[in-house]
C-alpha cells in the first residue's frame, strides 16, 4: 500500500539554525499538507499546496515557513530561523482530492529538536 | 472559529465492553467530520467519516447536528483498539483538518 513518507525521523537543531524536513507524498496525490503537534497538544494544521502553490495556511505559518515541491516527488517544509518553541513533531501529508472530498494520508512524522 | 472537543484525556475499558470515545464540534456550517487513530508507534490514518457511512473496524460513528456530536463507539472492545484517537472537522471550502485533542482508549485484557 502507497504510503506517505518523511525524512529524517528525528532532526536536533541549534537555535537560529535554518532546518529542511522532507516528505515524499502518495505519488498520484495532488494536495499537500503539513500539520505539526507540540508535545501535549493539538495536531495544528500549517499550510496546504497545490498545483505549485499554498493553497491555504495557519496563522503559524509566518515567513519563517516555506513550502516547496523541487521536483516531481518532494515536498519540503523550510524552517528559516528555528526557535525553541518550534520544537514538535511534524506531519506531512497527501490527499487524492481537495475541498470537502479531502483525505489526508499522513507520513510517520519527523520529531524536530530546537535547542 | 472552528473548534474540536474531545472531553476526555484518557479512557479506560475492559475487553468486550462497550466503548465511546465522545467528539464535539462548534461550527456554524456543514462540517465534515473524521475519526483519525494512530496506534503505538505508527502513523495517523483514517478511521472513518462520516460523509461514507461505513463501519470500520467495528467501530461507528454518528452525526448529530443537534447535539454538534460525531461520537465514536464499539459494541464490544478489542485489546488491539488501544490506541490514541482523534476527532478532526473539515469546514466547507477548507483542506485544514482542525483536530481534538485526542483520547488515549486503553483496553484491558
Known amino acids: 500500500e502507497p504510503e506517505v513518507t518523511q525524512t529524517p525521523s528525528h532532526q536536533v537543531t541549534q537555535m537560529g539554525q535554518e532546518v529542511i524536513l522532507r516528505c515524499v507524498p502518495i505519488?498520484?496525490?495532488?494536495?499537500f499538507y503539513w500539520y505539526r503537534q507540540i508535545l501535549g497538544q493539538k495536531v495544528e494544521f500549517l499550510v496546504s499546496f497545490y498545483n505549485n502553490e499554498i493553497s491555504e495556511k495557519s496563522e503559524i505559518f509566518d515567513d519563517q515557513f516555506s513550502v516547496e515541491r523541487p521536483d516531481g516527488s518532494n515536498f519540503t517544509l523550510k524552517i528559516r530561523s528555528t526557535k525553541l518553541e518550534d520544537s514538535a513533531m511534524y506531519f506531512c501529508?497527501?490527499?487524492?482530492?481537495?475541498?470537502?472530498?479531502?483525505?489526508?494520508?499522513f507520513g510517520q512524522g519527523t520529531r524536530l529538536t530546537v535547542v | 472559529a472552528q473548534r474540536v472537543t474531545q472531553p476526555e484525556k484518557l479512557l479506560s475499558v475492559f475487553k468486550g465492553a462497550p466503548v465511546e470515545l465522545k467528539c464535539n464540534y462548534s461550527y456554524s456550517g456543514s462540517p465534515e467530520l473524521f475519526w483519525y487513530v494512530q496506534y503505538s508507534r505508527q502513523r495517523l490514518q483514517l478511521l472513518l467519516r462520516?460523509?461514507s457511512r461505513e463501519s470500520i473496524k467495528g467501530f461507528t460513528a454518528d452525526l448529530n447536528k443537534g447535539e454538534t456530536s460525531f461520537h465514536l463507539k464499539k459494541p464490544f472492545a478489542q485489546e488491539e483498539d488501544s490506541a490514541m484517537y482523534y476527532c478532526a472537522l473539515l469546514r466547507g471550502g477548507s483542506e485544514k483538518l482542525v483536530f481534538g485533542k485526542g483520547t488515549k482508549l486503553t483496553v484491558n485484557p
Open positions: 462520516h460523509i
Open positions: 501529508a497527501s490527499s487524492p482530492l481537495g475541498g470537502q472530498a479531502t483525505e489526508a494520508f
Open positions: 505519488s498520484n496525490h495532488l494536495y
